[in-house]
């Protein structure tokens, strides 16, 4: 199969795969519906996209699903997406546990609702053991606030003497993130033609590679995650190297 998961002893299908997941609302004005009609197709794109990640034997998998920048969209869209990811946990997670995934969440989640608060805590203890897929849901995320909370802590430990300043490296940051557990995304897609981060995972994607597809996310399937894994596969990783 052309996207079997080694070649040449080379590891080819990224072991890690974040999308950013955008174009719902212009997916549905498209139709002259509204836009939650898009945030709900959508969460049948993601359906879709979590059966084909494990397919394909990709082991991580970060979906951007509200960033702590959407606070500023209408009350009304805000709670419909937080609707949709009440509907998304229950519906969903006795069936991902079922297939070997596990659900976790990244994010600030002091301001999210006490009952999803409750859903994620269970949805999380529920699936922690399994291991053929860890989805990540990024929900309230800021890449910017992750950092400056990694910061916090290091200056909090270093304050009360617990880590000297002069040690502070690389692994030692990432420790303190709250994604630290999650290796470094091979590869982000963006759907919807859009071409930036918005904030998503800064500090991991210093050497990821980007994939932009115009197809609006209710629209993405199967067939365009392949896509997207064929395009990683031709890149040439070099990492600051000089290149093969
Ligand atoms: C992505 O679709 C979903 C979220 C950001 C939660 P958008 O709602 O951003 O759709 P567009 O960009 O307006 O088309
Ligand atoms: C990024 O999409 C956030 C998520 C996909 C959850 P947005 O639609 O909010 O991003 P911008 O505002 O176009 O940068
Ligand atoms: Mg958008």
Redesign the pocket.
Known sequence: MALAPSYGGQALVPLHVAI???GNGRWAKARGLPRIAGHRQGVSAVRECVQACIDLGIRYLTI????S??WKRPAAEVDDLMGLLRFYIRREVAELSRNGVSVRFIGERSRLAPDINRLIDESEAETRANRRLTLTLAVNYGGRQEIIDAVRELVRDARDGRIEPGRIDEALFRERLQSHDLPDPDLVIRTSG?Q?L?N?LLWQSAYTEFVFTPTLWPDFSRHDLENAVKEFQRRERRYGGAGG
Do not use: Q
Not at 64 to 67: A, R
């Open positions: 950013i997941m955008d951007y699903t509200f960033s920048e959407n859009e930036r918005s998503f």
